[in-house]
């Protein structure tokens, strides 16, 4: 997965910084300890608002790749996933439901209350299945932070692509997409 991932360029055609095995456990764990400390409602939200982390990935092999520009503050990160359960991919494959459910939902970290929004996102690639959606998290300060995250299944393969940063919403999107495409042009 982390050849495959390395392979993969940015926007910018970039190749992606590939992170190592054990900062990947690293963040896995602090993002479950930082969720577990969450409480978001509606409650039934909880692993979306987790966006970006899958529910068990003991078994599988993950790899992740992540492109930084810093001139226009544009985020962009790439995972594949392979050896998950057919159970968890069939969630993938069609969030539809759960992303109507949780279309606004809050998240109280420490005290803070955060508004989130979800809102499905089209165009973003031509892959069959592929689903992608914006997430929007208006914060305390009156700031809001903005991402697109788009997935697919590919040949048993979850490949996810986030994007945040940038000039547009319209850029964030190409970006996720286009790092969607190249990883499943390279997954075989």
């Known amino acids: 997965m982390a050849a495959i991932v390395g392979q993969v360029r940015d926007a910018a055609d970039r190749r992606l910084s590939v992170l190592p095995k054990a900062d990947i456990a690293a963040a896995i764990e602090q993002t479950k300890a930082m969720i577990s400390s969450v409480d978001v409602q509606p409650a039934e939200c909880k ?89 929007d998290s208006a914060l305390p300060d009156g700031r809001t932070q903005s991402m697109v995250r788009a997935q697919v299944v590919h040949r048993g393969v979850l490949i996810a692509s986030v994007a945040s940063g940038g000039e547009t919403e319209a850029d964030a999107v190409r970006r996720a997409g286009a790092l969607l495409d190249s990883a499943a042009a390279l997954v075989k």
Do not use: H
């Open 47 to 135: 692993e979306l608002a987790a966006a970006g982390t899958v529910p068990s990935v003991e078994d599988a092999t993950m790899a992740i790749g992540m492109s930084t520009d810093t001139a226009t503050g544009a985020v962009t990160a790439l995972s594949l996933l392979a050896g998950l359960d057919k159970g968890v991919l069939a969630q993938v494959t069609d969030p539809s439901e759960q992303l109507a459910k949780c279309s606004s939902m809050t998240m109280t970290v420490s005290g803070m209350d955060v508004a989130v929004t979800i809102t499905p996102v089209t165009g973003v690639t031509g892959l069959p299945g592929a689903v992608a959606y914006r997430t």
